[in-house]
């Protein structure tokens, strides 16, 4: 019985390190996502579950990245329970989304945040955007024709 005891340790121990040499090479060789589809994952993560919040474009600018790319920063800012965040995301890959050129800066806009850290935000998703289109244009007024006032005259002091 000894000896079949020893069978099924001994085949069990190769199983296990069977199992962890193949969880090893795996961890190894996977294939890891960039930087790019990790950001993609965020946006998407923040257009579905991120809250509202209103905010301000600051400005669009450009930076020199350290590769030489040169990256399209739109810098924004918005107020969460009294403390105001200013925070920046990178547009450059979404050319097909939002037009650098139209974005204006002191204009409002609508920003979606993580609720347990509020750091995490985006402006512009492939899905959403908080941009606006321009303000809001309101219908001229009319003005009714002018009320007469010369019985008012009379109930001024010194007149009369």
Not at 64 to 82: K, N, V
Not at 85 to 103: K, P
Not at 107 to 131: D, K, M, T
Request: one cysteine or more; proline letters at 6%; glycine letters at 10%.
């Amino acid at each position: 019985m000894t000896l079949y005891a020893n069978a099924w340790v001994i085949g069990a121990a190769a199983v296990l390190g069977a199992v962890l040499l193949a969880l090893g090479l795996w961890m190894v060789f996977r294939k890891r996502p960039t930087a790019e589809e990790l950001e993609r994952a965020r946006r998407l993560f923040l257009a579905h579950s991120g809250r509202l919040v209103d905010g301000m474009l600051l400005d669009v600018c450009e930076v020199e990245a350290e590769d030489g790319r040169t990256l399209t920063m739109l810098l924004y800012s918005y107020r969460i329970g009294g403390v105001d965040y200013e925070s920046s995301q990178d547009i450059t890959d979404m050319r097909g989304v939002v037009d650098a050129l139209q974005v204006r800066a002191g204009f409002p806009c609508s920003a979606r945040y993580q609720p347990g850290n509020p750091h995490n935000s985006i402006v512009v998703a492939e899905e959403w955007s908080g941009l606006r289109a321009g303000l809001p244009v309101f219908p001229a007024y009319e003005d009714p024709d002018p009320i007469d006032m010369i019985h008012l005259d009379s109930l001024r002091p010194g007149r009369g």
